[in-house]
């Protein structure tokens, strides 16, 4: 039995408190098994905490990790430019193996910056979910289906894809990677497609996520052809009459955060993205005042541009507030919520937590820089001052993945040079 002691920091308990105490993890359960005071316990192998705070690891409830390999390739544009004109005619260019580059550069910059589990949309999904599996982390993957400018058999192919992917790879990585179906979107996934097949991935048990309500020229197609909103047809198709959560969800009226509620649907906002393709501000607050789980995601790189999470807990407050007019609303405690526990009840799992029998999965944050002192309040330091670059060391399932700023799963400057060399060879066959 091999016992992992986080000693010497400060701990944030679920509560939002803050106590002097050591943590130890078991390696055999990946589970947390005591918070004591500190000097009281004992670990096979010792991580230093002194002047740090040890925080769960972050939970980035949407992303796309792959897309690395874009960032900074098309930026400024809103959403349907951005991904028309740039962004799918370089996707529509890449291997298995960038993807595989591409995966794992995101994956390092996460484990840099404190984030353990993710959920994913993504293709060429078993690479994502063997770079996962490498990295030591938890995560939520998927095969992305979009149907729109496809013929009938490649659409289905799409869809029965999203299916098969997630009854394959659900348990993977000794069940730190589980599966959720994921049509694209309600405006590139046709009805006809989400009828047959939605009640499919409902059959199996499988969770769904789908970006939804994202931009104004995704709610108005569906509003003029459908005569509702969005996702009063999504509730009509069955969509989410599942385990759901929905990315972006910036433009839903009363109806919808209502239904929101009363189905248990989730959203993962996208604060940085929202404001980078200027799609709008969602109504965190009033979300949450619901009784809706929000949790937080950087989206993919190439519309950030960068996966930390940090940066991205800090958007959510300043967004959050402004949307609702009110500078104590999405408050520090709050998005530190999001980041935490929020995701990972999205996600299912046991973690966003330090507490016994939690996954054993947290991130030690370095308190002696300029930029965090005083120490008046350490919540607000996490939402509003704390960069990624300040965590110390990321450890998940009771497994230490970067230790001392240094990342031991993999070989970064490999890491980095071959996502650089995938990147520009991609860039080169797109631009032929
Ligand atoms: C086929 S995987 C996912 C698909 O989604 C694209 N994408 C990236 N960011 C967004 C976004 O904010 N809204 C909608 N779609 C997005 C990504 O490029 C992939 O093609
Ligand atoms: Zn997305």
């Known amino acids: 039995m091999s016992e992992l002691l986080v000693t010497g920091g400060q701990v944030l308990r679920p509560d939002l408190t803050v106590e002097r105490a050591d943590v130890l993890v078991s390696q055999d359960s990946g589970d947390i098994v005591a918070v004591d005071e500190p000097g009281t316990l004992d670990g096979d192998d010792e991580l230093d905490a ?135 979107s309600l405006t590139t996934v046709g009805e006809e497609y989400l009828r047959e097949y939605v009640p499919k991935a409902l059959d199996d048990d499988r969770s769904i996520h789908l970006h939804a309500n994202e931009t104004r020229d995704e709610v108005t197609p569906i509003v003029d052809e459908h005569k509702q909103r969005p996702l009063a047809y999504a509730d009509d198709i069955g969509l989410l009459d599942g385990d759901t959560y929905v990315a972006h969800g910036v433009h839903v009226d009363d109806s919808e955060i209502d239904l929101l509620a009363e189905t248990g649907t989730g959203v993962a906002h996208c604060p940085a993205s929202n404001m980078k393709l200027a799609s709008g501000m969602a109504p965190v607050q009033d979300l949450l005042d619901a009784g809706v789980t929000v949790g937080i995601g950087t989206d993919g790189a190439a519309s950030n541009n960068d996966l930390d999470m940090f940066d991205e807990m800090r958007d959510a407050a300043m967004i959050g507030k402004l949307a609702a ?61 704390v960069h990624g670059s300040d965590v110390r060391h990321t450890v998940c399932d009771g497994e230490v993945l970067m230790r001392d700023r240094t990342v031991e799963v993999f070989d970064e400057q490999a890491v980095r040079e071959r996502a650089s060399d995938h990147a520009s060879a991609l860039v080169e066959r797109a631009g032929d």
């Open 325 to 385: 007019d009110d500078a104590s609303a999405v408050d520090a405690g709050t998005v530190v919520e999001m980041a935490t526990e929020n995701g990972a009840a999205l996600l299912g799992f046991d973690s966003g937590r330090i507490e016994v029998g939690a996954n054993a999965d947290l991130a030690v944050i370095d308190l002696d820089a300029p930029h965090l002192t005083p120490a008046h309040d350490l919540v607000s330091h996490l939402a509003y001052a």
């Open 50 to 184: 002194s002047d740090g705070l040890v925080i769960p690891g972050l939970v980035n409830a949407h992303t796309h990790v792959a897309m690395t390999l874009l960032r900074g390739l098309a930026d400024d544009k809103p959403l349907d430019a951005w991904l028309q004109e740039d962004v799918w005619p370089v996707e529509a260019e890449l291997t298995a193996e960038d993807i595989r580059a591409g995966a794992e550069l995101g994956l390092v910059e996460m484990i840099r910056s404190g984030t353990t589990a993710l959920s994913d949309m993504y293709f060429e999904v078993e690479e994502i979910a063997d770079a996962v599996d490498q990295a030591g982390m938890r995560a939520v993957l998927g095969f992305t289906a979009v149907t729109v400018g496809k013929d009938d058999e490649a659409a289905r192919s799409d869809l029965q894809e999203s299916l098969d992917v997630a009854r394959k790879l659900d348990g993977a990585a000794d069940g730190r990677i589980r599966t959720t179906f994921q049509p694209h």
